[in-house]
């Protein structure tokens, strides 16, 4: 990195060394992603298996008994 003008100024060895580093970070999140949607589906699955009342939908709730996360 090189100062130019009280700028920074970067080279292209740095700019395609950031460029490595970002797309290393965005395939273990893209894994971590997967991962996890595999997981929440294998969940879902075991849950309408076992217990699908868990899923369903309650009846209206006036507005005082609404709960959000």
């Known amino acids: 990195m090189k100062q130019k ?12 060394a950031l460029v490595d580093s ?3 970070e965005l395939r ?4 971590r ?5 595999e997981y ?4 879902i699955s075991r849950v309408m298996e076992r ?8 009846l ?3 507005k005082s008994q609404r709960r959000y996360f």
């Open 33 to 37: 992603l997967r991962d996890m949607e």
């Open 28 to 31: 273990v999140k893209d894994s």
């Open 51 to 58: 217990n699908p009342e868990l899923l369903a939908a309650p």
């Open 5 to 16: 003008n009280d700028e920074l100024a970067y080279s292209q060895q740095d700019l395609l």
């Open 22 to 24: 970002l797309r290393l």
């Open 60 to 62: 209206a709730r006036n």
């Open 40 to 43: 929440m589906d294998n969940l």
